[in-house]
């Protein structure tokens, strides 16, 4: 996948795009004005979108843009950051042009193999990215534009920088441009385009109506305008094709075509098949020379240059010339100097389809080795060594190891593909085994990084009987490798076992010390992550700033895990002041350590600093690109904007967090994204969806602490529905030792409350109430959330004073807590406990409160709860009644209704049995707790069984 230019051909006026053209002219505008603009043009194959990226370059540049512009291949995707190899070759040729310290050459991904330095020193990407924004931000020109065409076809690498140039554009005014096949679009690209509102546009390509083909047609004869017409459902590109088949061909592909409709897939296939046959019988008419030149430029892809074909044909230079020229004229290969390139994939795999495995063998072997003595990129000679490799090519291996060691971090998967391969064409015996072991811990890694963790963890285990280094280092990556897919139990004993060892020196106890304190975080063993973490504060120098903020920072977690938030407080001070004087170059290994950080702000209700730490987290990590950080701060950001009121953006980032787990095949990740999934997705769309996706979702985190909080938020879902029973279960706490963290504990005892009191269990529904108050010491956002609990059971009560008064008291709490959500709730609660006490404007006002905050936050479902509340008086299932002195005796009403009520009938039941309605069945209810004197339904049978006896 390399860079391509506009190809020095003419190509005919556009007929049938006077509407993208002008979308076309108003980005160029846009840009020149500057301001910045994407545009995404989305098509199948031949409709046109090369030949608009095409133009809108032509009208670009007149408007005086500098034009830079890359097209990937389905031959080379395995070539990491392919696309923008030579596309910025107009910027790194200005003599002052700054070159990116990545191997020897100036480009930002051209890592060659000369020049000073480790030739197979990683390439590191936080470079990559700022120069590739620094040479764009140097442009001379008033803005650039960049055009990405076949982008359905690039690597993972260069999508990656692409979405980050999305999402975060240089500081130059930008037009990007990036043309896809809609069966194969990108989706993180495209959802990222998505976001930008105004400063994006679509173009769909839709194929040529009947008067534009006519205008494509002229002068061909009418019946063979005909059959081209309709053999070609309207695509331009089959239509240059077409016309070149003879009539008996397009006949035939006419009736076909009648049998189908224009966007049946399998006719388009077959369609394509056709065409496909018919561009190879064209290229197989034509003379010995002609072909070999067409099959070598297919092999070599878009980086094909005229003395390369030469080479790889074994053709003398005037010969292949003219086969260029004629190729030229069949309209198939365009030329730009002395590069060489298809003019459509379609073409290209016309001639590729023409060679044999064995022929493209022989060929990928003296590309790769031309490639080598041009000191070609990294990447481009790995690609056709790889596609090459024999067993027992010393050569091959070395180049392969040199690749995949350079793009271990950034592009893992591929570097994994040459890792691979080098280990098996290594020849046995002739390898010494510590560089074997040396190249099998590098693959694993690169398996590691780019989510196949169950092989990379294969490989590490192999590794651990390995001599010296090579073992110490797998031990400690089979560390992140098992947290990663939740196994803390195996990467505890790895670390104790190296601690056992002994003969560390102090700061390789210490870093141990740190990832025993994370791992025993995540086993809810907070004893133990607070004793590793401050030795690990004993033994560290404060040069080594970075470590110290880890240790500080899993000090105050553990802390606040072991039920001390006041302490827990105190120690997140000195994690946040150690943190802030640490510069991104330095946190980027470390990044890691920013979601535990922004937990522990979250919950401790320091949420200004973990927004700010979150912001700075994701703008390392969009430098670095995908990392097994990614999942982890995405479920922190889910957690941030859900308590902060900002529901869809929770919701999308609890997308992003699933995304990110399921690419680095982390169920582990996964679960823990399902679990801060529910609570946006209950407030915006209703239990129900948030059910189904809770059933849909992994298994249940291995972590204890998560599987916790994934019971709470599953279980408020089930009180949301009604389901008590499946909502206590879920809250019981079968585990040993319980969990003594504050914040778990008061949303237990909370939601166990609001359960209860919502089935009229009134006495369980206070006890659990006021444990919710006695474990929110020193919590402001958990202190509101007791308050809240003991609202709803006061309401249910029916003490409407009372409730009124709590659920006032609950909303200046999460006010205070910044949580607009909980405030609405509160006052939702308020005015239902003022209409139950017939206080009707007041009422209304609180509902107006709770109407303008669910609004500003989002919270679709909870409007919709609140629209069906309004203009009735909700009574409470236990509200006095006027009349009903204590001890007076039952009515034969009362008495029938109780007896159902204590053979566990619901509220609903009864009235269904009795023909009443269920505000009938509620009065009754509340005359007979007022006359036995019980809040309780159970309350109640205890005492009708008591009458009874007497």
């Not at 016309?350 to 022929?359: Q, S």
């Not at 909303?811 to 949580?819: K, N, Y």
């Not at 006490?837 to 609004?855: I, N």
């Not at 505000?919 to 309780?936: D, M, P, Q, W």
Request: hydrophobic residues 45%; charged residues 25%; neutral net charge.
């Amino acid at each position: 996948m390399t860079a391509g230019r506009t190809i020095g051909v003419d190509d005919p006026e556009l007929v049938g795009r006077a509407t993208e053209l002008a979308l076309l002219d108003t980005a160029v505008a846009t840009v020149r004005d500057g301001r910045s603009m994407v545009v995404e043009i989305c098509g199948e194959a031949g409709l046109g979108k090369t030949r608009l990226l095409a133009e809108l370059g032509r009208r670009a540049a007149g408007a005086g843009l500098l034009v830079c512009s890359g097209r990937a291949s389905q031959f080379e995707q395995g070539m990491p950051f392919g696309i923008y190899a030579e596309m910025l070759e107009p910027l790194t040729a200005r003599p002052d042009a700054d070159p990116l310290p990545v191997g020897a050459g100036t480009l930002p991904v051209g890592a060659g193999t000369s020049g000073s330095g480790d030739p197979a020193s990683p390439v590191d990407r936080p470079r990559v990215t700022a120069g590739v924004r620094r040479m764009l931000a140097g442009s001379a020109a008033p803005g650039v534009a960049l055009l990405l065409d076949d982008v359905h076809w690039a690597d993972s690498a260069s999508l990656e920088l692409t979405e980050q140039l999305v999402r975060k554009p240089p500081q130059v005014p930008l037009l990007l441009a990036v043309a896809f096949r809609g069966t194969g679009a990108p989706e993180r690209l495209v959802d990222a385009i998505g976001r930008l509102g105004s400063a994006a546009m679509s173009i769909d390509l839709p194929p040529l109506e009947p008067a534009d083909l006519e205008a494509l047609l002229a002068g061909v004869p009418r019946r063979r305008r005909e059959l081209i017409r309709r053999a070609s459902l309207g695509n331009p590109l089959y239509i240059k094709a077409l016309s070149r088949l003879p009539d008996r061909t397009l006949d035939e592909l006419s009736r076909l075509a009648r049998q189908h409709s224009p966007v049946d897939p399998d006719w388009l296939a077959g369609s394509q098949r056709h065409i496909l046959a018919g561009l190879a019988a064209e290229i197989t008419a034509q003379e010995q020379p002609v072909q070999r030149v067409a099959h070598v430029t297919a092999v070599v892809g878009d980086h094909t240059t005229i003395d390369l074909v030469a080479h790889v044909a074994e053709l003398p230079m005037p010969e292949v010339a003219r086969a260029v020229d004629q190729l030229g004229r069949m309209g198939l290969i365009g030329a730009d100097g002395a590069r060489l390139a298809y003019r459509h994939p379609l073409m290209r795999a016309a001639a590729y389809t023409l060679t044999g495995p064995a022929w493209r063998f022989e060929a990928h072997t003296r590309i790769a080795a031309y490639l080598r003595d041009q000191r070609a990129s990294r990447q481009v000679v790995a690609y056709h060594t790889e596609q090459s490799a024999r067993y027992g090519d010393g050569v091959a291996a070395a180049i392969l190891v040199e690749a995949g060691i350079a793009f271990a971090h950034e592009a893992p998967a591929q570097a994994a593909r040459w890792l691979g391969t080098a280990l098996r064409i290594m020849p046995h015996g002739a390898v010494p085994d510590d560089r074997r072991s040396t190249v099998t811990l590098w693959y694993a890694r690169a398996l590691g990084r780019s989510g196949q963790l169950e092989r990379s963890r294969e490989l590490l285990q192999q590794l651990r009987s390995a001599a010296g280094p090579v073992r110490v280092q797998a031990e400690a990556f089979s560390v992140a490798v098992a947290r990663q897919l939740g196994d803390y139990a195996e990467a505890a004993a790895t670390l104790r076992v190296q601690l056992a060892r002994g003969g560390l020196d102090p700061l390789g106890e210490a870093k141990l010390r740190v990832e025993l304190s994370a791992v025993d975080a995540f086993r809810e063993d907070p004893a133990a992550a607070v004793h590793h973490a401050r030795r690990a504060l004993e033994l560290l120098d404060r040069d080594r700033s970075v470590l110290v903020a880890t240790a500080q920072t899993l000090l105050a977690l553990g802390t606040l895990y072991g039920g001390d938030a006041v302490l827990a407080r105190r120690y997140l001070v000195d994690a946040v002041g150690t943190v802030d004087a640490i510069g991104d170059a330095d946190l980027r290994r470390y990044v890691e350590i920013m979601s535990p950080l922004a937990l522990t702000e979250i919950q401790l209700g320091h949420l200004a600093d973990a927004a700010r730490h979150l912001a700075r987290a994701r703008r390392i990590l969009d430098a670095l690109g995908p990392s097994s950080a990614s999942a982890y701060l995405l479920v922190m950001e889910t957690a941030l904007h859900t308590r902060t009121g900002r529901l869809p953006r929770a919701v999308e980032a609890a997308d992003e967090a699933v995304a990110a787990a399921e690419r680095a095949s982390s169920a582990e990740m996964r679960a823990m994204a399902t679990a801060v999934r529910l609570r946006p997705l209950l407030w915006t769309a209703g239990p129900a969806e948030a059910l189904a996706v809770a059933d849909a979702g992994a298994d249940p985190p291995r972590s204890r602490a998560w599987w916790r909080t994934g019971r709470v938020e599953l279980a408020l879902v089930h009180a949301a529905l009604g389901h008590r029973s499946d909502g206590l279960d879920l809250l019981a706490d079968p585990v040993t030792p319980h969990s003594t963290h504050p914040p778990t504990l008061v949303a237990r005892h909370a939601i166990t409350a609001l359960a209860a009191a919502r089935s009229g269990d009134l006495a369980a529904a206070e006890e659990s109430g006021d444990r919710a108050r006695a474990a929110a010491t020193g919590l402001g956002y958990e202190d509101a959330l007791a308050g809240f609990a003991r609202a709803f059971t006061a309401y249910r009560r029916g003490c409407c004073g009372e409730a009124v008064s709590l659920a006032a008291g609950a909303a200046g709490g999460f006010a205070a807590a910044g949580a607009p959500v909980e405030v609405a709730l509160a006052h939702h609660l308020a005015g239902a406990a003022h209409l139950g006490a017939g206080e009707s404007r007041p009422g209304r006002e609180a509902f107006d409160r709770a109407e303008a905050g669910y609004a500003s936050c989002g919270a679709g479902w909870m409007s919709a709860v609140l629209a069906g509340h309004r203009g009735e008086a909700p009574t409470p299932a236990a509200r006095p009644a006027a009349g009903a002195p204590a001890g007076a005796p039952l009515t034969a009403r009362e008495r029938e209704i109780a007896e159902l009520v204590t053979a566990g009938l619901s509220n609903k039941e009864i009235a269904a049995r009795l023909f009443l309605s269920r505000r009938t069945v509620e009065s009754h209810l509340a005359r007979v707790f007022a006359k036995l004197e019980v809040r309780s339904r159970t309350a109640m049978a205890r005492r009708l069984a008591d009458r009874t006896d007497e």
